[in-house]
């Protein structure tokens, strides 16, 4: 079992920056691949960006390519997500994700293992 836990979240303004943080016990997800999704009142969660396990490759959705950045620090079994220049549309509760999705890293169903969330409020 793994166990995820996001911290960072908060409120910021339009154009301003966070820093979220997963941090993963029961065991090492060394071999997992980890990943973010959000999700907005009344819309479906949403992929974000992944990290894989094997390769170290990161995938990033098109509507945050180029302002979030992904990484993971497998010693410490913690990732983050480096938001810059946010969007009153990246207001979510952002979770993070462990498991073996393949090439279908953006689907939830793919993911064996789930944070709580954290809300991420952005103001214009």
């Known amino acids: 079992q793994v166990q995820l836990v996001e911290f960072g979240g908060g409120l910021v303004q339009a154009g301003g920056s966070l820093r979220l943080s997963c941090a993963a016990s029961?065991?090492?997800?060394?071999?997992?691949?980890m990943g973010w999704f959000r999700q907005a009142p009344g819309k479906e969660r949403e992929f974000v960006a992944v990290?894989?396990?094997?390769?170290?490759?990161?995938y990033y959705a098109d509507y945050v390519k180029g302002r979030f950045t992904i990484s993971r620090d497998n010693a410490k079994n913690t990732m983050n997500l480096q938001m810059n220049s946010l969007k009153v549309e990246d207001t979510a509760v952002y979770y993070c994700?462990?498991?073996?999705?393949?090439?279908?890293?953006?689907?939830?169903?793919?993911?064996?293992?789930w944070g709580q969330g954290t809300q991420v409020t952005v103001s214009s």
């Open positions: 990290f894989t396990a094997s390769g170290g490759n990161t």
């Open positions: 994700a462990a498991g073996w999705p393949g090439a279908d890293y953006y689907r939830t169903g793919r993911y064996m293992y």
């Open positions: 029961g065991r090492t997800v060394l071999n997992y691949a």
